[in-house]
């Protein structure tokens, strides 16, 4: 059975709501956590792509990442799925921060799409994973839950 189900949260995808690229955030973090997310990336065979200031570089562990972060904009994009882009922004260590684009998230596909990426993220961790409207991170709607081992609603997806 699904986390969520799209009838119940389909204006939580809408980008003219959200924003076309909701936050999503793991709060509490360390450069261990960091190298775990990056350690899944690699086990689960995501297609990857590192960059630094734009420039395409090899994926560096963790700790490299952070320090080089503090002065140039590192992104790792992956592919969990066909057409289903992620991106990891690496801001600081005491948070992992990513988007993704619920353009590539239409129907209940994607909505199993989504909550299988915060679910896997959230059991590596053994943290809760929240997503936010785009730019509203006092605001999250959803939120993987490590207590119940699955992604719920933290706002009423019908209210705008």
Known sequence: MPDLLWDDVRNFFDPDLMGSLPDARVADTSVE??????????????????????????????????????????????????????????????????????????GQDGVDLLCRLLRTIGRRLGKPVTLSPESDPLHPVLRFDPAADRVVLLADPHVS
């Open 33 to 106: 956590d960091w190298q775990a997310v990056l350690d899944l990336v690699r086990s689960q065979g995501w297609p990857c792509e590192y960059s630094e200031d734009g420039v395409v570089a090899r994926l560096p562990r963790a700790a490299d990442m952070l320090v080089r972060s503090s002065g140039a904009d590192a992104l790792l994009r992956a592919w969990p799925a066909a057409g289903f882009l992620v991106i990891f922004r690496a801001y600081e260590a005491s948070s992992i921060d990513f988007d993704v684009d619920l353009r590539e998230l239409p």
